[in-house]
């Protein structure tokens, strides 16, 4: 059995790729084929992610000669291609089979003129996608990369069946906040709303840009009926999961968003714009209801039909947490990440 040697951001990090090696660890196919993860990235300051990435190129130099494959998580990001790039030319010398797993979606469009990113791409064994949806981009837009694609899905980890009874009247948002998650959106929609529903409230769960959108809620009103928790983790994030009625997310740009994973999980009807890798596994009505992008008033139509049809919610929480079982479980994808390394 061939042995992995798993290259990403720390497990502390925020974001999909750490939420997708901590799943990864946990899958027999960690223990199969040896996995060893070496992080590259930290969300510290500048001096503690100099030493950190200095620290992982060290011991590269020393483990990664005892590995088959190096399996790397990756973004087309410069400064992300240049930390992990002493590792991807150890890989190369010891003549390894890499793997270049790529944590974006439709952004990948604005990297086809990168030249590190597209010399990473040409002397990978394989590029692994986030979805279909991104694969089909990846071979319009990079039609001169002859990489084999593949596409794993991001895996979530599976929480007891919910029941939807005695859930609050609250409405989750969770985000790193900046102008692409939009939560201006969410706050032009309930603007509408908020005196038609008194008894709901929105919980923004997150960091990012808090006080900016703080202070615009503030402005629009709505300080009474929208409440900013800071970034939660552990038991206090699945109380606030375990308790909402409904998941929206406004988000312009995404690759696979972990958050509409979590939110299926746990029962929650999802509010969403069609975006990122979603389209490749949205069934309107049944496990998220979709508004176009940037329509605050589309937003607030979807909210209030939710609002107003409890047993649509009840069903569509139902269908959720048996559709992510079927087609996100760690089961599946570690068959899925199986079959991956077996192609080596």
Not at 32 to 42: A, K, V
Not at 73 to 91: E, G
Not at 284 to 297: I, K, M, Q, S, Y
Request: net charge positive.
């Amino acid at each position: 059995m061939k042995k992995v040697l798993v290259v990403g951001s720390a497990r502390e990090s925020f974001g999909g790729v750490s939420s997708t090696i901590k799943l990864m660890e946990q899958m027999p196919v960690w223990k199969e084929h040896s996995c060893y993860w070496l992080g590259t990235q930290i969300q510290r300051n500048y001096l503690w992610k100099l030493w950190y990435a200095m620290k992982s190129c060290f011991m590269a130099f020393f483990i990664i000669w005892r590995f088959d494959i190096v399996h790397f998580h990756t973004v087309p990001d410069r400064i992300c291609l240049i930390i992990q790039m002493p590792i991807f030319l150890l890989a190369m010398l010891g003549k390894k089979k890499i793997i270049m797993h790529i944590h974006m979606g439709n952004q990948l469009r604005n990297h086809t003129a990168n030249k590190l990113f597209l010399w990473h791409l040409r002397r990978a064994d394989l590029i692994v996608l986030l979805a279909k949806k991104w694969q089909k981009l990846f071979l319009e837009s990079y039609g001169n990369i002859k990489t084999p694609t593949t596409v794993l899905y991001n895996s979530c980890a599976m929480t007891p069946h919910s029941d939807y009874a005695n859930r609050k009247n609250t409405i989750l948002m969770m985000a790193y906040f900046n102008n692409n998650k939009a939560p201006d959106l969410l706050f032009k929609a309930w603007q509408t709303l908020q005196s038609r529903y008194p008894d709901w409230h929105i919980y923004m769960l997150g960091n990012g840009e808090v006080e900016r959108f703080r202070q615009m809620s503030i402005d629009m009103g709505l300080q009474d009926s929208v409440t900013f928790t800071g970034y939660v983790t552990g038991r206090q994030k699945d109380e606030y999961f375990h308790n909402a009625s409904i998941l929206c997310m406004c988000s312009y740009e995404e690759g696979f968003p972990m958050v509409v994973l979590e939110a299926w999980t746990h029962g929650i009807p999802v509010v969403t714009t069609p975006v990122g890798g979603l389209p490749d596994v949205i069934e309107e009505g049944r496990n998220c209801v979709t508004f176009p992008f940037g329509d605050a008033d589309a937003l607030a139509d979807k909210l209030a039909m939710l609002i107003d049809n409890e047993q649509q919610r009840s069903a569509m929480s139902a269908y959720s947490q048996e559709f992510v079982r079927n087609h996100f479980s760690p089961e599946k994808i570690n068959q899925d990440l199986r079959n991956i390394y077996a192609r080596f």
